[in-house]
């Protein structure tokens, strides 16, 4: 997966759980779920979405590597490729 | 008309999803209540066959009323709230009984199409499951006025950023013309808002519906706590248990479980409290007419934040009977259901006691109010890592400060402090959770 599709979909991800967040104006260096004001229901709602679209889990040890959007967005391109 | 929430007199059947002559089963959604609080679907009681609707969409009508007459069951139609014991049937929404009228599932979208000369008929909804959106009607009578927010059960879309500037500066959100995807204010749209105040918003009388329900529920729930406050003597207490143990075991249950299986800390929370309740009767139950009433089952509330602001707090009915994922499942489906404002009546009868959960960013503690007629409401800090003595030694662990607000008509301290004790007990044995 490029950067685009793998922002797209979390994006979409978001969108289902915080649809009034602009995330255009998300420091995306910043933690995400801070930015999203988003709490652990929140998160793992868009964790499921995510690893619905990637095909595999991602296991809750790998919460600290999906912690910005920029790092999620990295996670994701590395989990789908090769 | 069931009573849906403690300080509930009357409510409005916005849209009956039955007719005469439909088959109906206890638990089929039969029409959407509209509440000072909230929009919610209301379950059939019985089963049998519709023979009149006693109500007509849009008219309030006190609790009580009846709504429906069904044949096949007693002949005063089924109108009463439904006790705390009775078991809620699972939310099973049966397909419609016959073809829906185009979905307009809010009142202010119908008052805007009443407004605007728009035949409901003939427009095509864009919102979920089909259903009419204020943006709808808006496109088909071809306003001039710039796009109005979709139909959100009074909620403003904003950016959290925007939403809490404004709030700080006093600014009405509705005021402000969003530039942000769908319409939504972000905080450069604040920049250009008149500093006006929340306060000196739209004349009275001219408030949206939209304005006037998040009016309501603040002044509903501030009356209630204002009458907490007045009537319930409280009492805290607070204590501070070493989560370590229980989070260790979760990881190691959720590793080998699939994502939408998984289970969160405050589902254990949760379940800790319930199984405490089972052996400290004295905070689970209701005071009516100056008594305490012990239930047997612990019907739970559970206080659900709401995006843009605001509290709900959705019941999940005989919490006893459900282990730990299945105790988990409940809560994420009532607290999307809060959040997407599609609660079932069922979800909002009368809670038994009540747990709040400040969350991963929230305070260290919350002593808060109690909801009458319950008796007590238990709270959770945020999840964090603290120094902590294990045998001897000070180590890193994570750690959550549990607090009770109880009634000290039915409970004191020593009752209190023995039931945080026994949830503290059930979060170091998490296996027996």
């Known amino acids: 997966m490029e950067r685009t599709e793998a922002y797209e979909v979390i994006a979409g991800a978001l969108a289902s759980v915080a649809p009034e967040v602009d995330l255009g104006r998300i420091d995306p260096g910043e933690e995400l779920a801070f930015e999203a004001d988003l709490d652990s229901m929140d998160f793992l709602h868009v964790v499921e979405a995510v690893s619905a679209a990637i095909g595999r889990d991602i296991p809750e040890s790998d919460y600290r590597k999906v912690g910005t959007l920029d790092s999620f967005v990295d996670y994701v391109v590395g989990a789908t490729t090769g | 008309m069931p009573s849906l929430g403690a300080d509930m007199d009357a409510g409005t059947v916005v849209e009956w999803r039955i007719a005469p002559g439909d088959h109906v089963a206890r638990g089929d959604i039969v029409a959407v209540v509209s509440t000072e609080k909230a929009d919610l679907d209301m379950e059939a009681f019985a089963d049998g066959i519709v ?25 005063s139609p089924p109108s009463a709230p439904s006790p705390p014991s009775a078991p809620a049937p699972p939310a099973a929404a049966a397909p419609p009984r016959r073809e829906p009228a185009p979905r307009v599932t809010s009142p202010l979208v119908r008052h805007l199409a009443v407004e605007r000369h728009v035949d409901l008929g003939g427009v095509q909804g864009t919102g979920p499951g089909g259903s009419i959106t204020r943006g709808d009607i808006e496109r088909v009578s071809h ?19 925007a939403r809490s500037r404004a709030r700080r500066r006093g600014l009405d959100l509705r005021g402000v013309p969003g530039t942000g995807p769908g319409g939504a204010v972000v905080e450069a749209d604040l920049a250009s808002a008149a500093a006006t105040p929340a306060t000196a918003g739209p004349a009275p009388g001219t408030t949206s519906p939209t304005g006037r329900r998040a009016d309501a529920v603040r002044r509903s729930v501030g009356q209630l706590m204002a009458r907490s406050a007045r009537e319930v003597p409280h009492y805290y207490l607070a204590s501070t248990i070493d989560l370590q143990p229980a989070l260790d075991w979760l990881a190691g249950q959720n590793q080998d479980r699939p994502v939408a299986e998984r289970v969160l800390p405050a589902a254990l929370l949760a379940r800790a409290v319930v199984v405490a309740c089972a052996a400290h009767p004295l905070v689970n139950g209701h005071w009516v007419d100056g008594a305490f009433r012990p239930s047997e089952v612990v019907d739970l509330g559970v206080a659900v934040r709401l995006r ?17 994922p299945e105790l988990m499942a409940r809560l994420r489906q009532v607290v999307e259901r809060a959040r997407s404002g599609r609660l079932l009546a069922s979800e909002m009868a009368g809670p038994t006691m009540t747990i709040t959960n400040l969350g991963d960013r929230g305070a260290d503690s919350v002593l808060g109010v109690i909801s009458p007629p319950q008796v007590a409401l238990v709270g959770f800090g945020r999840i964090a890592e603290r120094p902590w ?18 009634d000290h008509r039915v409970s ?8 945080l004790a026994a ?10 959770l």
């Open chain 2, 412 to 419: 004191d301290g020593q009752d209190g402090s023995a039931f």
């Open chain 2, 51 to 75: 023979e009149e609707l006693l109500v007509p969409e849009g008219v309030e009508v006190a609790v009580g009323t009846p709504l429906v007459r069904l044949a096949g069951s007693a002949p």
């Open chain 2, 389 to 406: 003595v294990v045998d001897g030694e000070v180590v890193a662990r994570s750690v959550v400060t549990a607090s009770l607000a109880a």
């Open chain 2, 308 to 324: 843009g602001g605001g509290v709900v707090s959705p019941v999940v009915a005989d919490a006893g009977q459900l282990s730990v």
């Open chain 2, 423 to 432: 949830v503290e007990r059930s979060l170091a044995r998490p296996d027996d």
């Open chain 2, 143 to 161: 306003a001039s006025a710039p796009p109005a927010p979709p139909e959100d059960r009074g909620r403003i879309r904003a950016s959290p950023l």
